[in-house]
């Protein structure tokens, strides 16, 4: 009984792992890229907004300004 326990709990730990790296690796690639296309930025913000003010908050605090002003700039002339 104790062994099969522990392969339990070993498969959990590589399952919780797994799920820790894959989240991660998302996280990054989202960042990067919202960072690099403006149109993604967009995208995002007319799908998940509450996404794209989090990336805006860490933008901010990295000290980079105005790339929201930058964005909404642009896609307010688009419509025009």
Known sequence: MARTME???KKIYK???????????GA??????????????????????FILEVYCKSIKQSGM???????QEKWLNSKN
């Open 65 to 71: 300004y105005g790339i929201r002003e930058q964005d």
């Open 28 to 49: 990054y690639f989202l960042f990067t890229k919202m960072n690099t296309s403006q149109d993604f930025r967009h995208t995002m913000n007319e799908k998940f907004p």
């Open 7 to 9: 392969a339990l709990a």
């Open 15 to 25: 399952g919780v792992l797994v799920a820790e790296l894959t989240g991660i690796f």
